[in-house]
T-cell receptor, first 109, second 115 residues
Framework: GQNIDQPTEMTATEGAIVQINCTYQTSGFNGLFWYQQHAGEAPTFLSYNVLDGLEEKGRFSSFLSRSKGYSYLLLKELQMKDSASYLCAVMDSNYQLIWGAGTKLIIKP | ETGVTQTPRHLVMGMTNKKSLKCEQHLGHNAMYWYKQSAKKPLELMFVYSLEERVENNSVPSRFSPECPNSSHLFLHLHTLQPEDSALYLC??????????????FGAGSRLTVL
C-alpha cells in the first residue's frame, strides 16, 4: 500500500530551527508538497519538490531525496505564528495525492 | 481569505437530518474537491470535479452526495449521517494543467458534528 510517515508532534523554541521529516512509499512519484494548517484555518501551500535537492523560500526550505523516499521541511528563526500543523503529500503515478497525517508543531517562548 | 469560501463553518445535525455544505471559489480554477479531515488522520479525498464533471468517487457512502452546478460552486448534500461522519470537511480548488504542480487552494472547512 501507499504510505506517508511524519512525526505526530514536535516542540521547538522561538528563534530556533526545526526540521520536520516526511518519508514516503508510493506507487510512482510526481512531486511532493508541504502545506501549513493553523488551527481552525485552511491548509495553505508552502512548497513543491519534484527534483532532488533543496528549495529555499525565505525562512522555509524543503528538501527532497527521491532515492530515499524522504523529504524534510526546515523552518528557521522560528516565530510563534509558526505554531501549526504541517502536512506532507506525495503525488503518485496516477497523479493522486497521498497525504500524511500531519505534524503538529508547538513553538515555545 | 484564500479565495475558497465554505459555509457553514459549523454544523450540528441529527442522524435523520438532511443538510448541505456549500463551497465557492473565486479563483477561476477548473477543478474542485471535497476532502474529509479527521483528527490525527490523513486527508481523505471524497470527490473530485474537473470541468464540472465528477472524475473521482473514492468509495464514499451514498449518504454523501456531491453536486457541482458550475465551475465556481460545489455542494455536499448530507443525509442520514452516522456519528463517525463527524469531521472537518474541506473544499479545495485547483487549476489542472498538463504539466507542473497541481497546487490546491483550500477553504477553511465546515466542522460537522453528528449527534
Amino acid at each position: 500500500g501507499q504510505n506517508i510517515d511524519q512525526p505526530t508532534e514536535m516542540t521547538a523554541t522561538e528563534g530556533a530551527i526545526v526540521q520536520i521529516n516526511c518519508t514516503y512509499q508510493t506507487s510512482g512519484f510526481n512531486g511532493l508538497f508541504w502545506y501549513q494548517q493553523h488551527a481552525g484555518e485552511a491548509p495553505t501551500f508552502l512548497s513543491y519538490n519534484v527534483l532532488d535537492g533543496l528549495e529555499e523560500k525565505g525562512r522555509f526550505s524543503s528538501f527532497l531525496s527521491r532515492s530515499k523516499g524522504y523529504s524534510y521541511l526546515l523552518l528557521k528563526e522560528l516565530q510563534m505564528k509558526d505554531s501549526a500543523s504541517y502536512l506532507c503529500a506525495v503525488m503518485d503515478s496516477n497523479y493522486q495525492l497521498i497525504w500524511g497525517a500531519g505534524t503538529k508543531l508547538i513553538i515555545k517562548p | 481569505e484564500t479565495g475558497v469560501t465554505q459555509t457553514p463553518r459549523h454544523l450540528v445535525m441529527g442522524m435523520t437530518n438532511k443538510k448541505s455544505l456549500k463551497c465557492e471559489q473565486h479563483l477561476g480554477h477548473n477543478a474542485m474537491y471535497w476532502y474529509k479531515q479527521s483528527a490525527k488522520k490523513p486527508l481523505e479525498l471524497m470527490f473530485v470535479y474537473s470541468l464540472e464533471e465528477r472524475v473521482e468517487n473514492n468509495s464514499v457512502p451514498s449518504r454523501f452526495s456531491p453536486e457541482c452546478p458550475n465551475s465556481s460552486h460545489l455542494f455536499l448534500h448530507l443525509h442520514t449521517l452516522q456519528p463517525e461522519d463527524s469531521a472537518l470537511y474541506l473544499c479545495a480548488s485547483s487549476q489542472v494543467r498538463d504539466s507542473g504542480a497541481n497546487v490546491l487552494t483550500f477553504g477553511a472547512g465546515s466542522r460537522l458534528t453528528v449527534l
